[in-house]
């Protein structure tokens, strides 16, 4: 099976801050890869799709790159309602998986 | 707009069974595939089962292999979950959520409890 790991666990920033989360896969996923993010007591929402397409009405400081094993999840300008947990997850061969997720704090 | 709601989950004893349904709406049911995904509390998500828009596929995480099956009714555009031979470890909020690669809609979740 394909492992997903995340980096940082967690991270502490401030309204305003370049925010860049990294997501590897254990083998070569092409750009099957996308990113969440989920609130306490919410379900996950999401964010980027094919590791760089933005989903609809996902706002455009949110962005995504990579493709092979290597990807990273960047908000450009962090804003209030982005500190939550983001989780990245893999398609490959009718298995699914998920990173273990990055905490973003208010510093 | 697109609607999932999880329904069946609670507390049940080690060994036992459980279903959930999932009842989707707000979009064609039949030409989407349809997952589970669970998060166990203060833990992260975990891929369960995925289903093809027609039922003639299914594929499983390892740690369900062979005690859980996911089945669905396009005409009644529902997604179901059986749970058997359920373990402590199965405690967890399932979500059922839509389509292929990305899971783009999820439901609000069904807390499962196993435990004795």
């Known amino acids: 099976d394909i492992q997903m790991t995340q980096s940082p666990s967690t991270l502490s920033a401030s309204v305003g801050d370049r925010v860049t989360i990294t997501c590897r896969a254990s083998q070569s996923i092409s750009s099957w890869l996308a990113w969440y993010q989920q609130k306490p007591g919410k379900a996950p929402k999401l964010l980027i799709y094919?590791?760089?397409s933005l989903e609809s009405a996902v706002p455009s400081r949110f962005s995504g790159s990579g493709s092979g094993t290597e990807f990273t999840l960047t908000i450009s300008s962090l804003q209030p309602d982005d500190f939550a947990t983001y989780y990245c997850q893999q398609y490959n061969s009718y298995s699914w998986t998920f990173g273990q997720g990055t905490k973003v704090e208010i510093k | 707009q697109v609607q999932l709601v999880e329904s069946g989950g609670g507390v049940v004893q080690p060994g036992r069974s459980l279903r959930l349904s999932c009842a989707a709406s707000g979009f064609t049911f039949s030409t989407y595939a349809m997952h589970w995904v669970r998060q166990a509390p203060g833990k992260g998500l975990e891929w369960v089962a995925v289903?093809?828009?027609?039922?003639?596929?299914?594929f499983y995480a390892d740690s369900v292999k062979g005690r859980f099956t996911i089945s669905r009714d396009n005409p009644k555009n529902t997604l179901d979950l059986q749970m058997n031979s359920l373990k402590p470890e199965d405690t967890a909020v399932y979500y059922c959520?839509?389509?292929?690669?990305?899971?783009?809609?999820w439901g609000q979740g069904t807390l499962v409890t196993v435990s004795s």
């Open positions: 094919k590791a760089s």
């Open positions: 289903i093809s828009h027609d039922g003639s596929n299914k």
């Open positions: 959520a839509r389509r292929d690669s990305c899971l783009d809609s």
